[in-house]
């Protein structure tokens, strides 16, 4: 079955506590993307990557980093955690497409992370 | 991308058709319409998308005005498990600066009842 698999679902931790993310997609896509959900705030781009070993900021960067060693990994790395990281993080994956072509994205079902 | 416009929520019952309605009226010529979902604090799930021709797939019909200012996302025989936020986004097809990002506002809460 064609999946985004994240892990863990749930996470409660302190401050400071590094603490990874995993996600891992099935489907042989190039692009992979990682998202923080907040109420009000809707849908926001942490990090991206185009390809294994191209890795790109998204729009709310900063406390977050990832890697692309393979093409089917694009783990989430929080090194120094926050409370103002709380949030429910999804990872996504599609097709790169020819000439930067637009795919439909496929979704994990999700990390809900709380700081203390 | 072009803003969208959606109301906050709509009911359905079950095994109706289910019309939920987008404006989308700054729209460009190069833009398309996409249609995710997001079922309570699970991943968005990709429904369909078009340009202006109507489109259909296994979950959704697309319906987009000719003047592509406004479009209608159909689920022909509502479920309850049809239940969710519904988003409406317009983007770009390919390239630019935004490209494979997903920005959903504030979507559509669709509540299908028995």
């Known amino acids: 079955e064609a999946q985004v698999t994240q892990n863990p679902r749930y996470l409660i931790t302190v401050t400071g506590k590094k603490l990874t993310v995993t996600c891992s997609q099935n489907?042989?896509?190039?692009?992979m993307s990682w998202y923080r959900q907040d109420p009000g705030l809707g849908l926001r781009q942490i990090y991206y990557?185009?390809?294994?070993?191209?890795?790109d900021k998204g729009d709310v960067p900063e406390g977050y980093k990832v890697s692309r060693k393979e093409k089917r990994n694009f783990p989430l790395i929080l090194e120094s955690p926050s409370p103002n990281q709380t949030s429910l993080y999804f990872c996504?994956?599609?097709?790169?497409?020819?000439?930067?072509?637009?795919?439909?994205?496929?979704f994990g079902d999700g990390t809900r992370l709380s700081i203390l | 991308d072009a803003k969208t416009t959606q109301p906050p929520s709509m009911d359905c019952a079950e095994g109706r058709a289910a019309n939920l309605p987008c404006n989308h009226s700054?729209?460009?010529?190069?833009?398309?319409v996409y249609w995710y979902r997001q079922i309570h604090s699970q991943g968005p799930q990709y429904i369909i998308h078009g340009l202006k021709n109507n489109e259909t797939n296994e979950m959704a019909s697309l319906i987009i005005t000719e003047d592509r200012k406004s479009s209608t996302l159909i689920l022909p025989h509502a479920t309850l498990r049809d239940t969710a936020v519904y988003y409406c986004?317009?983007?770009?097809?390919?390239?630019?600066?935004?490209?494979?990002?997903?920005?959903f506002g504030q979507g559509t809460i669709l509540t299908v009842h028995p």
């Open positions: 990557s185009m390809n294994v070993e191209v890795t």
């Open positions: 986004i317009v983007r770009f097809h390919a390239g630019g600066t935004s490209y494979g990002k997903l920005t």
């Open positions: 996504a994956s599609s097709l790169r497409g020819l000439g930067r072509v637009n795919q439909p994205q496929h």
């Open positions: 700054t729209i460009s010529g190069n833009e398309y």
């Open positions: 489907m042989n896509h190039e692009y």
